[in-house]
Antibody, heavy 118, light 107 residues
Framework: VQLVESGGGLVQPGGSLTLSCAASGFSFRNSAMSWVRQAPGKGLEWISLSIGNGYTTYYADSVKGRFLISRDNTNSAVYLEMGGLRVEDSAVYYC????????????WGQGTQVTVSS | DIQMTQSPSSLSASEGDRVTITCRASQDIANFVAWYQQRPGKVPELLIYAASTLHSGVPSRFSGSGSGTDFTLTISSLQPEDVATYYCQRYKSAPLTFGGGTRVEIK
């Protein structure tokens, strides 16, 4: 199993960024995919979940209305479109895969750093 | 939303000690709890799911118990490689909330 994130970087407050995660080594279309972030020196924060065909999605209150998760089951990829970025969104963002058909996290990518600063 | 409260936030124990970390859910979540280990500078790893099922490859000194609102992660004999932060997570339905973490150190 491999999860490879890309798209992180430095962005100004109010800006946008799209993260990508290329997945391989498992049945992608049957897996729940989540994004989890971790601010420097802080704990883990689940932020979004995409299930199956991608029409069922969930968000943490902290990002609802600003972030959009999507997936491409043909190309085994999941995306996180981030808008209205705030300084407090600065974190390492991990792409993760659910265990079996469930939502416990079995695999984590290496993470991509997002820094929101002027 | 259901909150997950971990305690203690940190602990220091001697090698070979038995270590217990607790996680309390604000509502009944049956057994839909996972535990993760994050070593310093590393990506988190799944230790336990369904409250008590050891994930593949995890040493048997780790165990989990509980159901409903109260859950426990136990390390039966603390080893140097267990220095890490441990997180619980509810995962039955979104939001898939994590606990605040417990930092484990060796005296």
């Amino acid at each position: 199993v491999q999860l490879v994130e890309s798209g992180g970087g430095l962005v100004q407050p109010g800006g946008s960024l799209t993260l990508s995660c290329a997945a391989s080594g498992f049945s992608f279309r049957n897996s729940a995919m989540s994004w989890v972030r971790q601010a420097p020196g802080k704990g883990l924060e689940w932020i979004s979940l995409s299930i199956g065909n991608g029409y069922t999605t969930y968000y943490a209150d902290s990002v609802k209305g600003r972030f959009l998760i999507s997936r491409d089951n043909t190309n085994s990829a999941v995306y996180l479109e981030m808008g209205g970025l705030r300084v407090e969104d600065s974190a390492v963002y991990y792409c993760t895969k659910g265990l079996g058909y469930g939502y416990a996290i079995e695999y984590w990518g290496q993470g991509t750093q997002v820094t929101v600063s002027s | 939303d259901i909150q997950m409260t971990q305690s203690p936030s940190s602990l220091s124990a001697s090698e070979g000690d038995r270590v217990t970390i607790t996680c309390r859910a604000s509502q009944d979540i049956a057994n839909f709890v996972a535990w993760y280990q994050q070593r310093p500078g590393k990506v988190p790893e799944l230790l336990i799911y369904a409250a008590s099922t050891l994930h593949s490859g995890v040493p048997s000194r780790f165990s989990g118990s509980g159901s409903g609102t109260d859950f426990t992660l136990t390390i039966s004999s603390l080893q140097p490689e267990d220095v890490a932060t441990y997180y619980c997570q509810r995962y039955k339905s979104a939001p898939l909330t994590f606990g605040g973490g417990t930092r484990v150190e060796i005296k």
